[in-house]
C-alpha cells in the first residue's frame, strides 16, 4: 500500500493494523477515507491470513475528530439522508457484522463520526489523553452514523441521552467507568495494547468469534436467544471445534483452521 493511502495496513502475525492517514485534518472521515476502508473491510473478510483487526488513526491529537465537516457543509435533506444510509451499511455495519473481530485503538479525540466508527469496533481501547463525544446536536444535527443506537446499547440509554443533548465531551476514565472502553492505557503504551488485545482473539477460533459476533449483535432483540441457540449449534460442524476439543483433550494449544 502507498504512503498516500488513506488507510495503511501493516500485519502482524493474524492482526492487521489499519491507521487511518489523514492526520492534518485530525483524521477527519470524508467521502474518499469512507468508501477506501468499507471496501477493506468487504475486502478482508475473504482474507485467510488476517483474523482481526486493529483500528487506529494517526498523529498524536486524534482517532477521528469525525465526519468531515466541510464535505457535508452544503447537503440538503436528501443527500444526508442518503449519506447516512450509505455510510452505515458500506461501514459502520459492515464492521459491527464482520466475521472478523475489530479492536479500537482510540487516542485523542473521537467525535462525532469518530466515536462512531470506534462504536462499530468490537472492543475498545483508549489511551489517557482520549476524549469521546457526539457534538453534532452543536451544528445542527444528530448523530447519523448509528451513535444513537450504538451508544445507548453500550453505556444505556440515560448516559446515552445525556452525552448526545449535551454534547459532553467525556474523558478516558469517565469512559471507561461507564464501559464505552475496556481499558485505558498510557498513549506510548496504545497500539502495542491493542495489538496483544487483537492476538488474544486471533488466538481464538475464527468460526467462533464470527458465531459469537454475530450472537452478541442480536443481542436486546426479540430473537437474540434463537440466534444463539442457532449459532451455537452450527459451532458443532466446524472444524473448529474438533481442533479445539482435540487440543484440550490432548493438552496443547489449538491450531484452529478457520473452518
Ligand atoms: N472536519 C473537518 N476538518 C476538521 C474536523 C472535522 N470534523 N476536525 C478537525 N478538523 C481540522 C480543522 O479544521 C483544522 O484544519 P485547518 O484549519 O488547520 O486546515 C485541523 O483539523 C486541526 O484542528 P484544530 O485546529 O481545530 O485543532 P484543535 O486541537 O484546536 O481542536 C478539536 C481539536 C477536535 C476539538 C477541533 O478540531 C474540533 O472541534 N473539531 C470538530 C469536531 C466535530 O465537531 N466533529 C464533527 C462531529 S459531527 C452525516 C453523517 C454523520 C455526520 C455528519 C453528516 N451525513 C450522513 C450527512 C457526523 C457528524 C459529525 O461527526
Avoid at 493511502?5 to 474518499?32: D, F, I, M, S
Avoid at 444528530?142 to 446515552?160: K, N
Wanted: aromatic share 6%; proline share 3%.
Amino acid at each position: 500500500m502507498s504512503e498516500t493511502a488513506l488507510v495503511t495496513e501493516v500485519l502482524h502475525g493474524h492482526v492487521a493494523c489499519w491507521t487511518l492517514n489523514r492526520p492534518k485534518q485530525l483524521n477527519a472521515l470524508n467521502g474518499a477515507l469512507i468508501a477506501a476502508l468499507g471496501k477493506m473491510v468487504e475486502e478482508v473478510q475473504q482474507r485467510d491470513e488476517v483474523r482481526c483487526i486493529v483500528l487506529t488513526g494517526s498523529g498524536e491529537k486524534a482517532f477521528v475528530a469525525g465526519a468531515d465537516i466541510k464535505e457535508f457543509a452544503n447537503f440538503n435533506s436528501a443527500e444526508g439522508r442518503e449519506l447516512a444510509e450509505r455510510g452505515q451499511r458500506t461501514l459502520f455495519d459492515a464492521i459491527a457484522l464482520s466475521a472478523k473481530p475489530f479492536v479500537a485503538a482510540v487516542g485523542g479525540f473521537a467525535l462525532g463520526g469518530g466515536l462512531e466508527l470506534a462504536l462499530s469496533c468490537h472492543v475498545r481501547i483508549a489511551s489517557g489523553n482520549a476524549r469521546m463525544g457526539l457534538p453534532e446536536v452543536t451544528l445542527g444535527l444528530i448523530p447519523g452514523y448509528g451513535g444513537t443506537q450504538r451508544l445507548s446499547r453500550i453505556i444505556g440509554r440515560g448516559r446515552a441521552m445525556e452525552m448526545i443533548l449535551s454534547a459532553r465531551m467525556i474523558k478516558a476514565e469517565e469512559a471507561l467507568t461507564n464501559g464505552l472502553v475496556s481499558k485505558v492505557v498510557e498513549r506510548e503504551a496504545l497500539l502495542e495494547e491493542a495489538l496483544k488485545m487483537a492476538g488474544k482473539l486471533a488466538a481464538n477460533s475464527p468460526k467462533a468469534l464470527q458465531a459469537a459476533i454475530h450472537a452478541v449483535q442480536a443481542s436486546g432483540s426479540p430473537e437474540g436467544y434463537e440466534v444463539e441457540i442457532d449459532q451455537f449449534g452450527r459451532c458443532f460442524a466446524n472444524e473448529d471445534f474438533k481442533e479445539g476439543v482435540a487440543a484440550f483433550l490432548e493438552k496443547r494449544k489449538p491450531e484452529f483452521p478457520g473452518r
